[in-house]
């Protein structure tokens, strides 16, 4: 594992050594007293001071890159010349062409490169995906997506703004950082999209980032859907909603906070509820170690991955 952030404390690293057929065996960061740090906390038996030295780990089967978006296309260009598949935390690189650049390294040497796209396996979009593809709602018509977040207390530290809001660090802003989640599971659900465009601003200055935003998508079937994304809403106006408007229906749940999904048909009213793993990532990483073991498959991976930037790239005008 290279990097130790706070994704890999609960998140994702210890579903390493609870899966069968997997142990994290390495880690590194760029300042190497974090990386002893977290191997004292893990139990991780071995410490690397340069992290390209997970890489070239003989005990090292595949690497988990970890770290900013910025890093991520040359740690992954590097396990891939080293002939070791790659697990990339999301998004997969800061734009569209460093995925494709990533994908066309890993597919000339043939090997599997996943990112942690990991609401591709949690229970609760298994089951979005289920009533959708069940075809109790009939036709889709439209699909709304809102998603407004509070400022973050560490927004206003601009001498030591979060890496989430530099754009060279992660490609963007917080749409970057959790747009692309809600994109991603979007395109698993419904389709890879045919059309994409957006708007930008910075209404509040507080980054070079942009912090709110809004879309227009069109899905296969004709669908449209309209998204919009704020990164600076007062707190009681929050909101993470997915709205599907159908022929004999509407499908409603959440991208982050798993409020209970509720199925509206005719007269009848269903709430469904799932319960969330204790590691979040652990039913992802288990498919990831189910397809290297050669009985399974894990359903993000690198091309996958790349559509969810390229939408980004579109939507906030980099490209």
Known sequence: ?????????????????????????????????????????????????????????????????????????????????????????????RTWEECNIINEAAEKMGLPVFVAYYRRSLEYFKKVKSIIDG????????INMQQYFPIRPEDYETLNLPWRVIPEDAGGGYFHDLGCHALDILFHIFGNPLEVSGKVSNMVGLYEAEDTLSATLKLPDEILVTGSWSFITPEPFTKDLVEVFAEK??????????????????DHKETIATIQPEHIQMPHIQSIVAELCGRGSCPATGKTSAIASRAMDVISGRK
């Open 249 to 266: 229906g509407k499908l409603k749940f959440s991208i982050f906070s798993f409020q209970p999904i509720t199925l509206l048909t005719g």
């Open 1 to 93: 594992m290279i990097g130790t952030g706070n994704v890999t404390e609960l998140k994702s690293a210890p579903s390493f050594n609870k899966i069968e057929n997997s142990r994290l065996v390495a880690v590194g960061n760029r300042s190497p007293e974090k990386a002893e740090a977290y191997a004292a906390r893990h139990n991780v038996p071995t410490v690397h001071k340069n992290p390209f030295d997970v890489i070239h780990d003989p005990e090292v089967d595949i690497v988990y890159i970890a770290t900013p978006p910025g890093s991520h296309m040359a740690y992954a260009l590097e396990t891939i010349k080293a002939g070791k598949p790659l697990y990339i935390e999301k998004p997969m690189a």
């Open 135 to 142: 075809g109790d709602l009939g036709k889709i018509l439209h």
